[in-house]
């Protein structure tokens, strides 16, 4: 065991001691407002991975039931990487997205339950308000793959049909406002 912590040490020592150039991690955490507009919380987590890249994972979950049963629950997740412009957390980026969600919600006399899944793809803009603060506004498209039941009414059990498929759909469309850790 003194053999394996020993080891442990003298590997991490030698890389700290070769390592050339040593950098703090730069962190974000976000929130998306007109998505909570709709009554969905949400987050983005982000951090840096150099000058010029950027990783992060947005979450919106929503188990609210309105009045007359209407719904848009649903629970997102949207990682990706981001490339900015500038420098991270700066000015103009452009980035590429993973989409996984399961929602279920209606629309006009329909009750829609199901999951997506699919890749996007988004650029925007990155305003400095303070060295903490960022507003963010991001612009996206992207396309997935569909399987949903649907249903003739917000109560009816009985199904219309099962529809799958392949959708273009926005899947970034926000102002977020950005805390910098």
């Known amino acids: 065991m003194k053999k394996n912590i020993f080891a442990y040490a003298l590997m991490t020592a030698f890389c700290l001691c070769c390592s050339g150039k040593m950098q703090a991690q730069f962190y974000s955490a976000g929130t998306n407002i007109p998505v909570l507009g709709t009554a969905t919380l949400n987050a983005e987590l982000s951090m840096t991975l150099d000058r010029w890249h950027s990783i992060h994972l947005p979450v919106y979950y929503n188990p609210f039931v309105f009045g007359g049963n209407k719904k848009i629950q649903n629970f997102t ?17 452009a980035g590429a997205n993973l989409i996984g969600t399961k929602y279920h919600f209606t629309w006009k006399d329909n009750r829609y339950k199901g999951q997506a899944y699919g890749v996007g793809i988004s650029a925007g803009y990155a ?12 612009l996206g498209i992207g396309l997935v793959w569909t399987d ?24 970034k469309v926000g102002v977020s406002v950005v805390y910098l850790f």
Request: charged share 30%; proline share 8%; with cysteine.
């Open 148 to 171: 949903y039941e649907k249903y003739p009414c917000e109560k009816c059990t009985r199904k219309i049909e099962d529809e799958s498929g392949w959708h273009a759909v926005p899947n």
């Open 127 to 138: 305003l400095m308000l303070s060295p903490r603060w960022n507003l963010e506004a991001e």
């Open 77 to 93: 997740l949207l990682p990706g990487v981001r490339r900015w412009a500038l420098e991270s957390y700066i000015g103009g980026f």
